[in-house]
């Protein structure tokens, strides 16, 4: 496996992932969990059986073990009209609970929300920490517990840690 030979965090991930197919394979294992070879191998057509089973070792040996935990929830309070559903994908590595990486999608509030998830990966958060914020509420805008917090909850508890 080639290295990029720096000490940046980008330069390390992409050592990780960088090479062909890798990140797709990544991808896969996000949207489909836990599952077969060949169901895995189904999700990526064009990959040669024995391109994907040496990356699969390289993922494994470079210690890539992480969950995609999803949830969806009103941008609003249901007191208020307007509201749309907002739905989550946090990447949280197993062991640790730090945020590897986000998702949201939704039409009403997803794209301010995003920069929470930003912020917290800036700063190397646990989900268990994101599920502690102390977001602003204001029903016009927001529910009394903000998706962010919901979807770090999901998290948390898919990596079975105690609340």
Known sequence: ????GEY???????????????LLIVRELALRGACR??????????IASNLLAARLRELEK?????????STQPSRASSVRGGEPICSVLYVERGSGRLLGAQLAGRDGAASRINVYAA?????M????????????????????????????VARKALHEPG
Do not use: H, Q
Request: net charge negative; hydrophobic share 50%; proline share 7%.
């Open 37 to 46: 070879y060949t169901d895995l191998r189904n999700g990526l057509p064009g």
């Open 120 to 124: 917290a990966l800036a700063a190397g």
């Open 1 to 4: 496996m080639r290295s990029y």
């Open 62 to 70: 470079a210690g890539l073990d992480f969950i995609a935990a999803r």
């Open 126 to 153: 646990r989900v268990s920490e994101i599920e502690s914020l102390d977001l602003a509420y204001a029903p016009p805008f927001a529910p009394v517990y903000d998706p962010i917090l919901i979807a770090a909850t």
């Open 8 to 22: 940046c965090s980008l330069a390390k991930a992409l050592d990780v992932v960088g090479e062909r197919w890798t």
